[in-house]
């Protein structure tokens, strides 16, 4: 049972981040109601791909994520020290929206949380291999 939540929470985390990666990439800054210029939006583009290609690796692990620690552990410290920056802009410029919570709880405490889950349920698929 541990396992099927573990799956259904990294689904679930993978859906945010190819939800928000993709909008990202085919709105451009223009998502985040952000100044459109060429150099910025490029490179929120380009950020946007990098989340919907962790949103794809987190799907990839789903089918055997016992076995895909490093993996997980990979993605997990990507998008953590991602969320301490983006905490670190938070404290520059107040924006508290939803869509900013939403994403430091995501960032700061989901994810480490699947991250543990994810250790949690290889120690158990390794004491019960035969």
Not at 3 to 21: N, P
Not at 46 to 68: D, K, N, Q, R
Request: hydrophobic residues 55%.
């Amino acid at each position: 049972m541990e396992r099927i939540c573990l799956q259904l929470a990294v689904a679930f985390s993978a859906a945010v981040l190819l939800g928000v990666g993709l909008s990202g990439v085919l709105l451009g800054v223009k998502f985040l109601h952000g100044t459109n210029t060429a150099a910025v939006d490029n490179y929120f583009r380009f950020l946007s791909a990098m989340a919907a290609g962790m949103g794809v690796m987190y799907l990839m692990t789903i089918p055997h994520i016992e076995l895909h620690g490093e993996r997980m552990g990979t993605l997990s410290f990507l998008i953590f020290v991602g969320g301490l920056a983006h905490l670190y802009g938070f404290t520059l410029r107040p924006t508290p929206t939803i869509g900013t919570l939403s994403a430091l709880f995501m960032e700061l405490f989901f994810v480490p949380l699947l991250w543990l889950g994810q250790r949690h349920v290889a120690r158990k698929a390794l004491r019960n291999a035969p």
